[in-house]
Each structure stands twice: as structure tokens, then as C-alpha cells.
Nanobody
């Protein structure tokens, strides 16, 4: 099982980024998936999740701004992030709880003017 995140970068407040998580070793549509983030000095935080039936949930701080989705044909999970704030700065990771030991390298998001 492999998870490879990409799409992070430096963006100004109010800007947008789309993160991608390419998965291999399992079929994305069959697995509950999450995005979480880790900021320096702070606990990791699950920001979004998507079930096998495409039900989505978000932490309160990103509701209305972030959208989790997946492309089953590409076996890729996405996180569209709009109206970014400085407090969104963090390393972002995708995760499949079914495979707890599978960790990607993460992708860095920096929101700064």
C-alpha cells in the first residue's frame, strides 16, 4: 500500500490549492479515506473524510472552504482548499484507517502574505 501526496505550496490568504493523494495497493472506492494535517507545535487534526458511499464530513474550521473528493478511475483522492487562511498552514497527509501503517510523505501548505 502506498500513498503519495502532492499539490502543496505557498499561497496568499484567500487563495486556493488542490491537494492530491495517489494511492496504490488497494481500490480507492472500497476504502474510507481521510485528510489530516499537522502544524508545528499542534496536535494532528483530521480535516476531512469520505466514506465508501461518498458521504463527506469536515472539521468545523474548514467547512464551506474545503472539499474532499476522489477519482476512482485514477485511484486518487483530492482536497480542494479555497479561501485559505494562515491557520491552514500545515503538513497535509492522506490516510486510510484500514491500513494504519501506510503513511505518505505529506505535502506542505503555507498560507502567508
Amino acid at each position: 500500500v502506498q500513498l503519495v501526496e502532492s499539490g502543496g505550496g505557498l499561497v496568499q490568504p484567500g487563495g486556493s490549492l488542490r491537494l492530491a493523494c495517489a494511492v496504490s495497493g488497494f481500490t480507492l472506492s472500497d476504502v474510507f479515506m481521510t485528510w489530516y494535517r499537522q502544524a508545528p507545535g499542534r496536535e494532528s487534526e483530521r480535516v476531512a473524510q469520505i466514506s465508501t458511499t461518498s458521504r463527506t464530513m469536515y472539521t468545523d474550521s474548514v467547512k464551506g472552504r474545503f472539499t474532499i473528493s476522489r477519482d476512482n478511475g485514477r485511484n486518487t483522492l483530492y482536497l480542494q482548499m479555497n479561501s485559505l487562511k494562515t491557520e491552514d498552514t500545515a503538513m497535509y497527509y492522506c490516510h486510510a484507517p484500514r491500513y494504519p501503517n501506510a503513511r505518505g510523505q505529506g505535502t506542505q501548505v503555507i498560507v502567508s502574505s
